[in-house]
């Protein structure tokens, strides 16, 4: 009875999720395809990596699934923005995303199935494990995005004082902006490339006719980073205002390193409070057991037969 109550829930789930998928994907995608497609939103240029003349074999069948999988356009704007934030501008990173997605949801499904006899007894239970290895496999390729977002961001924050201290010297050595820009892309390009792409990309929007104004705006919606985006509004004032680009840049350099050290102030002043709990639970019941271990064992030992002797 159990098993067939299981088998039940688990065939009105796939039911609900297909007629959800189909009136909300499938549907929309046959009425675009009998329309001719998108009409008003044009894709954005995508510069700067090239793709590799010979794909891995994962890659092609990622991308050969992701092709046939119906995408909404507000999933693929959305998705788009992560994996540039993330550094992935080839136009086939959305269909190569949704594929990963659907290959490892079939990959959990698969190992799922095979080892829930070994992981539970309950039938109920090896049925819901097999639906949430198929959901976590689906959702495992945007968690893994996310977190290669964030790091690229955390790397982009931890080069940007080195960056604006080349600026400086760039334009203090007579250089305009536009050529300081290309100038530190290029010198930055061993040691700090996901920085050294982005300042590539303002050059080469600035030199397909963008105003530096907008090349600019891009680079902070591209990468996220808050305090790229302090940069951009920062270069956009001096330009704007007239200021000195240099002293402006100087004063944030300053700032950032003045900041970077507070933070790292800050997390050896959270070290000591984030060691009460592993000392509370860890090292002192280790070290209660090895120093009053052996004088709790001879106590015990004296004491219970000499209470066992006042008891007759």
């Given amino acids: ?9 688990f065939l ?3 039911g609900t999720i297909t007629v959800f998928g189909y009136r909300r994907y499938a549907r929309p995608a046959r009425v675009l395809d009998r329309l001719g ?19 891995k074999l994962l890659v092609r069948m990622a991308k050969s699934i992701g092709d046939k999988m119906p995408i909404s ?15 992935f501008r080839s136009e086939n990173a959305i269909r190569v995303l949704y594929g990963a997605k659907v290959l490892s949801c079939i990959g959990l499904l698969v190992l799922t199935i095979l080892f829930r006899e070994t992981l539970t007894g309950n039938p109920i239970l090896r049925n819901i494990l097999v639906v949430m290895g198929g959901l976590a ?3 495992l390729p945007g968690f893994v995005l996310e977190r290669m977002v964030a790091a690229r961001q955390e790397r982009i924050r931890l080069a940007l004082p080195d960056a604006l201290d080349l600026l400086v010297v760039c334009v203090e050595a007579g250089l305009g902006l536009d050529q300081a820009i290309n ?14 792409e982005e300042l590539a990309l303002v050059n080469l929007e600035m030199r397909a006719g963008k105003p530096r104004a907008e090349a600019l705006r891009n680079l902070a919606d591209r990468s996220g980073e808050a305090e790229l985006r302090k940069l951009v509004a920062i270069l956009i004032q001096a330009d704007r205002f007239g200021v000195s680009v240099a002293d402006s840049l100087r004063t944030h350099s300053d700032f950032m390193r003045i900041r970077r050290r507070q933070e790292a102030e800050e997390r050896a002043a959270k070290v000591g409070v984030k060691l009460v709990f592993p000392i509370f639970f860890c090292i002192m019941p280790s070290m209660m057991l090895v120093t009053a271990g052996p004088g709790m064992l ?10 066992q002797s006042f008891g007759r």
């Avoid at 497609?37 to 010979?54: C, F, M, N, T």
């Fill in 1 to 9: 009875m159990a098993v067939l109550v299981a088998a039940g829930l």
């Fill in 137 to 139: 496999g689906y959702f």
């Fill in 183 to 196: 100038s530190v892309s290029q010198e930055l390009k061993s040691t700090h490339k996901d920085i050294s």
């Fill in 12 to 14: 009105l789930l796939m």
């Fill in 37 to 55: 497609g998108e009409a008003a939103e044009a894709a954005p240029v995508l510069i700067g990596i090239d793709e590799k003349p010979k794909e």
């Fill in 73 to 87: 356009p507000q999933d693929a704007s959305l998705a788009r923005r992560y994996l540039i934030a993330a550094g």
């Fill in 298 to 307: 001879q106590l015990f030992r004296n004491l219970y037969p000499m209470m």
